[in-house]
């Protein structure tokens, strides 16, 4: 199977993720001299996002993320700290 050389662009109903976790669906997309210009709405349709950013495509997550985002590891993929053993005199 081939692999498809073409850049993945933002298509109306994709996910774009921001830093802090919130989740918006694409509406809209337009390439601009700089960066993408979306308009997306929130999973629950109380709010709309419009902006012009830099995204990038988050293949493992299958969402669109701000360029440059860090994302926070899941709590259940961090390993718990080990409790330090005190002796007893």
């Known amino acids: 199977m081939a692999e498809e050389k073409t850049p993945h662009v933002p298509k109306a109903g994709e996910f774009l993720v921001l830093p802090d976790g919130r989740r918006f669906v694409v509406a809209e997309t337009q390439n601009g001299a700089r ?20 995204l990038e495509w988050d293949s493992q997550a299958e969402v669109w993320r701000p360029a440059g985002a860090r994302v926070p590891v899941p709590r259940s993929m961090t390993k718990p700290s080990q409790p330090r053993l005190r002796q007893l005199d």
């Open 35 to 54: 960066g993408w210009w979306f308009l997306a709405t929130a999973q629950d349709g109380g709010c709309t996002l419009q902006g012009n950013l830099q």
